[in-house]
């Protein structure tokens, strides 16, 4: 690969495929949808191969690629990845091409500008991860924002418009704010040295006063908090989960979330060690609002959709709760839960896709029984609704496992209080799962056999019918089982999700170096 620009390739080869379709007027829907799986697919394997050759005892950037862009302005281009940054580009190129795979049939109006919607999303996603300059940076992080915002203004549910804006102004909001401490970071850096860059790297070598620290980071913080999203800058998030398409919450909770996560490591924690250390105690007393938070909202919520949603805003308070901790258990978990959740709650949406095709609505109450007529599709509710509550031997208890002994070690009072969420956490998921796979099914008699017979038939059930179809019968017993399509797109999330619970060394030792540089103006803690 020597001398080969594969971070370039895998993050422009969406952009073709998207040019391809632009420029092909005569393109059938069905030719829009191969272009598009063909580009994430080749983006994919390139990714593959990147973390094939990818050093992991190696420190810095790897497979870096620089040249002079605006010497004038100090910009240059200026790719390169680190072990944070390259598992959560295979994420992106995994997801995209599997939510491409799951739009297949889902998606049948303007099939062709949204095949060119989701490439361009991937191309903006990948450039955020491989981006060193800001300059660059801030242009993939606002091209991201456009086509997230089409995904669901376009192709979503009824109030699509409304929770559209909703996201476009609270990520716009940020990212001014994140333009404004750019902006003052760059001339901070030339009244020092003269010199006018936007590199990261570079940047990271200045010597910031501790008034400038303190509100700069705010400027950086708030606009990756709003991403991640934190409690109180999180009321976008459910909107715009429950209103896009199945697609665009797969990315939405899968990869958009993570770039707040991934900005805090990359950024303020480097660039404002002593604002970090300040700043520490107010985020940490946020995260753990924010967990406790989205676990209660999550208990009563009667739309399949929203629970994940809000149940997202609760696991990503233990990837801030872990950053501030500032050891290694610490930053250990808060990579591995915005890993595993990526991969997890990414496939509870496909799930909720999967029942919403069939019966056209998200209300959990209209569902029951479907371990009955569904056994594969219960099985992978099951084993994602276990993986999310955080069960061992699965993905997510290892993340929320180290986040909380980190937070412990750092402040005993917070580790102990996210440590007794976790107990909600099982409480929603549980009954989310006992009631829509294993509840008597709207319409089905009681069991004769039951003891409790007597008791069931006197329950009040809701009347069949989809929450956007007013009164049109649905039936949760006459719906099949998976189709070998949907089946694909959940197994590889399956496969990895076991994988990462069973052996998280693996994933650790890509993170190692990567968190040592992070860990190391605050003592590296435990490394």
Known sequence: MDGFPILS?????????????????KASPQAARWVALGASLVSLVLSLVMLAGFDTSASGMQFVERFEWLPALGV??????????????????????????????SIQHRVREYMITMLLLETGMLGVFVSLDLFLFYIFWEVMLIPMALLIGVWGSANRIYAAVKFFLYTLAGSLLMLVGIIALYQSYFEQTGIRTLDVLQLQQGNYGYTFQMWVFAAFFIAFAIKVPMWPFHTWLPDAHVEAPTAGSVLLAGVLLKMGGYGLLRFNLPLFPDAARDW?????????????????????????????AYSSVS????????????NAQGLYGAMIVMLSHGLVTSALFLCVGVIYDRGHTRLISRFGGLATNMPVYASFLGLFTFASLGLPGLSGFV????SILGAFRAERAAGVIAFLVVIFSAWYMLWMFQRVAWQRAPGEPPDANDPEAKLAADEPRPVMGGAEHG??????????????????????????????????????NFLRTALELVAKPFGGIGF
């Not at 200026?78 to 799951?102: E, N, P, Q, Y």
């Not at 946020?286 to 406790?292: A, D, E, R, T």
């Not at 209660?296 to 399949?304: E, G, K, R, S």
């Not at 019968?473 to 999330?493: C, G, K, N, S």
Request: proline residues 5%; negative net charge; without cysteine.
């Open 76 to 105: 240059s281009y200026h790719f390169g990845v680190d072990g944070i940054s390259v598992l959560l580009i295979v994420l992106s190129t995994l997801l995209t091409t599997i939510a491409i795979v799951a739009s297949w049939s």
């Open 315 to 326: 696991h990503m308070g233990f990837v801030t709760l872990g950053i501030f901790a500032f």
């Open 280 to 308: 520490a105690p107010v985020i940490m007393v946020l995260s753990v609002i924010g967990i406790i938070y989205g676990a209660l909202v999550a208990l009563v919520q009667p739309d399949l959709k929203k629970l994940v």
């Open 471 to 508: 009164d049109d019968v649905i039936d949760p017993r006459t719906f099949r089982d998976v189709t070998w399509r949907e089946a694909m797109t959940l197994a590889p999330l399956a496969v990895l999700s076991i994988w990462m619970g069973v052996y998280p060394q693996w994933f650790m």
């Open 399 to 402: 993340g929320e496992f180290l």
């Open 9 to 25: 390739a895998l993050t422009y080869v969406p952009l073709v495929g998207a040019a391809i379709i632009f420029f092909w007027p």
